[in-house]
T-cell receptor
Framework: DVKVTQSSRYLVKRTGEKVFLECVQD?????MFWYRQDPGLGLRLIYF???????EKGDIPEGYSVSREKKERFSLILESASTNQTSMYLC????????????FGSGTRLTVV | GQSLEQPSEVTAVEGAIVQINCTYQ??????LSWYQQHDGGAPTFLSY????GLEETGRFSSFLSRSDSYGYLLLQELQMKDSASYFC????????FGKGTRLHILP
């Protein structure tokens, strides 16, 4: 089974802190994605990457950056955390080509205080 | 931008059939997917329609009509464990999700 592992299930950070959310997948998928999920708003795409060192902005990239130095790892960075970034963050991966669907990690619930 | 519309909540009875609709505005996408998410869990992939028509996977079926800008997920023989949120998702170079439909199942 494909596994997408997010490093933390719950995280509490202070306003202004730099926050790193880590995501690792073990099936050699080319494509990786970061979403945030908020009640009533569904899943919104923050950033995605089709290859190592490649990144593309999603629909809500403001206040975030990403890093993909290795194929299996895609990191989401909150440069200066704010309370409106309190959310559930979900990482996903998928191979290029035929549709196998996205495989999601279990999510990181981030609270910024 | 892309926009997918689906009902926010649907209620059905155990053993019955329920249809969750998804309408969209943007054409020219690769396909329409459906995901299931239980409370506290991650979304899991259910089905994908690249072409018009019905795709069947056990108790779940998904339908797409590009000419009508419309798709649906059909769940048969509902079980209590099917209580979850269901998301339609439009696949292009990236996936855009609808806001989800919360399915409540009554015994």
């Amino acid at each position: 089974d494909v596994k997408v592992t997010q490093s933390s299930r719950y995280l509490v950070k202070r306003t202004g802190e730099k926050v790193f959310l880590e995501c690792v997948q073990d099936m050699d998928h080319e494509n990786m994605f970061w979403y945030r999920q908020d009640p009533g708003l569904g899943l919104r795409l923050i950033y995605f990457s089709y290859d190592v060192k490649m990144k593309e902005k999603g629909d809500i990239p403001e206040g975030y950056s990403v890093s993909r130095e290795k194929k299996e790892r895609f990191s989401l960075i909150l440069e200066s955390a704010s309370t409106n970034q309190t959310s559930m963050y979900l990482c996903a991966s998928t191979p290029t080509g035929a549709n196998y669907g996205y495989t999601f990690g279990s999510g990181t619930r981030l609270t910024v205080v | 931008g892309q926009s997918l519309e689906q009902p926010s909540e649907v209620t059905a009875v155990e053993g019955a059939i329920v249809q969750i609709n998804c309408t969209y505005q943007t054409s020219g996408f690769y396909g329409l997917s459906w995901y299931q998410q239980h409370d506290g869990g991650a979304p899991t992939f259910l089905s994908y329609n690249a072409l018009d028509g019905l795709e069947e996977t056990g108790r779940f079926s998904s339908f797409l009509s590009r000419s009508d800008s419309y798709g649906y997920l059909l769940l048969q023989e509902l079980q209590m464990k099917d209580s979850a949120s269901y998301f339609c998702a439009q696949e292009d170079d990236k996936i855009i999700f609808g806001k989800g439909t919360r399915l409540h199942i009554l015994p």
